[in-house]
């Protein structure tokens, strides 16, 4: 970590979407910035969402035009500037008889949402043209679909990558750094107390301005200057089960048949996705949540009552990811009157004694979060701020990758996932890397170069994180562990007992948190 007795202009906690963003804004103007992350970059919420970079059709019928008109543009910018990392996803919603919303409804939602995306991107597809596009469909009282387009991303990739274009501008970022407390001076907050969780040392960082992005998290640094708390932490949860079980080639909106709710089922790196739930959670936000009994019941009855001929049950479940969303309250809001579904995401700024605290919002919005952060921090740093919504938040990818005897989407999703990187990645790989982890599209030379390149300190970082082959295969990948060893030995320096004792962790993590529980979990209410 460098360091020439100069304080830092910002010190940024919280190493998720948020935090990255952040990092990403302020290094590009030349501020001097430094992001902490107490676990793996990402581990939070940014690597358990749904995925979706969208405008948020909910958010419209709740009457919130700004942040719906917000989100569409955001969403128009990252297709443009990350392709191959975030990618148009077709979506249809049926129309049945006498369900609302109808198909009249639903086009005067999607007018406004093209209108603010400046092209017309929706179409009403008759009943036998929704039968053909999504095969097995229930089609009792089935009237058509409405169709139009959002956009769906690798949410962990989307912060690695943020984090990567922020170092090339001079910021730095540290995993498994914590931030234990604040150092507090005559003008507030001027530093951070840290621990390194990999040897325990101590440190402290002065900092002209110190950034909470700690998202469910956010009360606790809070509370250190007196902050009330405000977070609603909701816990929403995902199944994955072949494509060839259930073969959804465009993302299927629906309303949950108990109670209303949106759920959508996707596809999503060569598996269908089914999600989302929400729930208030009252477990250890310490702890990794994983889903429980009651969210799988809720999201396989969603999926019976759209492919009732399927018979999809938990023996098709591949794996489960559950991610707390932190929502926040307003101040005198009971949310025992609220339902989860009914809060607010719209994100927020406190300054208070000095420490900016940005939580809530969205994984589509996180410029714009940025860009609140560092106005609200500019005058404390000292820097000029404004705001610019000219310069791209990622540089163009490789027009060309060579090496590759793929003739597919590959090169166009390694330049999105890793930039001008990819060249390198494929120029250290050698021949038997340049193909595909059995059952994914995932290269072993991306395995490889995460664990030589990506800050990688647990086995979970790389086959949950950097990679999805943890949830993409059968029990975490198990049948890879003789490969996967040799990769971490080898690029990560692991002897044999440091592999044995990550890969028991690995495989404790994954069974507890990302399959299907034998039992209910608690601090979990369903509304």
Request: glycine residues 10%; contains cysteine; proline residues 5%.
């Amino acid at each position: 970590m460098a360091g020439d007795g100069e304080p830092w202009d910002l010190v940024v906690v919280g190493g998720g979407i948020t935090g990255a963003g952040v990092l990403r804004e302020a290094a590009r103007r030349g501020w001097r910035v430094l992001l902490v992350e107490q676990r793996d970059f990402a581990w939070g919420t940014s690597s358990r969402s749904a995925r979706m970079i969208h405008g948020g059709l909910r958010y419209l019928t709740q009457g919130d035009l700004r942040l719906t008109r917000e989100a569409v543009a955001e969403r128009e910018r990252l297709l443009r500037e990350a392709p191959g990392l975030v990618d148009e996803l077709p979506f249809l919603y049926p129309v049945r008889k006498g369900e609302f919303p109808g198909r009249r409804v639903f086009s005067s939602l999607l007018w406004f949402y093209d209108r603010f995306a400046g092209r017309s991107r929706h179409r009403f597809h008759s009943a036998e043209e929704t039968a053909w596009l999504l095969p097995g469909l229930d089609e009792a009282g089935l009237q058509g679909a409405v169709g139009y387009v959002d956009a769906v991303t690798d949410d962990a990739r989307l912060v690695m990558r943020l984090l990567a274009a922020a170092r090339r501008d001079g910021g730095e970022a540290f995993n498994y750094l914590r931030a234990e407390g604040l150092q507090r001076g005559e003008d507030g907050v001027e530093g951070v107390e840290l621990v390194d969780e990999v040897d325990g040392r101590r440190l402290t960082l002065e900092a002209r301005c110190v950034v909470n992005a700690t998202g469910a998290w956010a009360d606790r640094l809070r509370d250190s200057v007196g902050g009330a708390p405000r977070l609603r932490p909701l816990k929403g949860s995902h199944l994955v089960v072949p494509a060839w079980r259930l073969p959804v080639f465009q993302a299927l909106a629906c309303r949950h048949p108990r109670d209303g709710r949106f759920v959508y089922l996707y596809p999503w790196a060569g598996r269908t996705v089914v999600g989302t739930t929400d729930f208030d959670y009252e477990g250890d936000l310490d702890e990794e949540p994983g889903i429980s009994r009651a969210e799988v019941a809720y999201l396989l009855e969603a999926v019976h009552a759209q492919f009732p001929a399927a018979g999809i049950d938990e023996g098709d479940i591949v794996s489960t990811w559950s991610g707390i969303r932190p929502i926040v309250a307003k101040a005198g809001d009971d949310p025992a009157r609220i339902a989860p579904s009914k809060a607010s995401r719209d994100h927020v700024v406190f300054v208070e004694d000095g420490l900016v605290t940005v939580t809530g919002g969205k994984l589509t919005t996180f410029r714009l979060m940025a860009n609140d952060v560092l106005r609200r921090a500019a005058r404390r740093v000292g820097r000029a701020f404004a705001a610019d919504h000219e310069t791209p938040v990622f540089s163009p990818a490789p027009a060309h990758l060579p090496g590759l005897r793929f003739d597919n989407e590959l090169p166009r999703r390694l330049g999105g996932t890793y930039g001008t990187a990819a060249v390198r990645l494929l120029a250290e790989a050698g021949a038997e890397e340049r193909e595909p982890v059995p059952g994914t599209d995932t290269l072993w030379a991306e395995l490889a170069w995460s664990a030589r390149r990506e800050a990688v300190v647990h086995l979970d970082d790389l086959l949950l994180r950097r990679s999805r082959v943890g949830l993409l295969l059968d029990d975490g990948g198990a049948s890879l562990a003789e490969r996967v060893e040799a990769l971490c030995r080898r690029d990560l320096g692991w002897d044999a007992l440091r592999w044995e004792e990550e890969w028991q962790r690995y495989r404790a993590i994954h069974a507890a948190r990302y399959a299907v529980p034998h039992r209910d979990r608690p601090g979990e209410k369903q509304r």
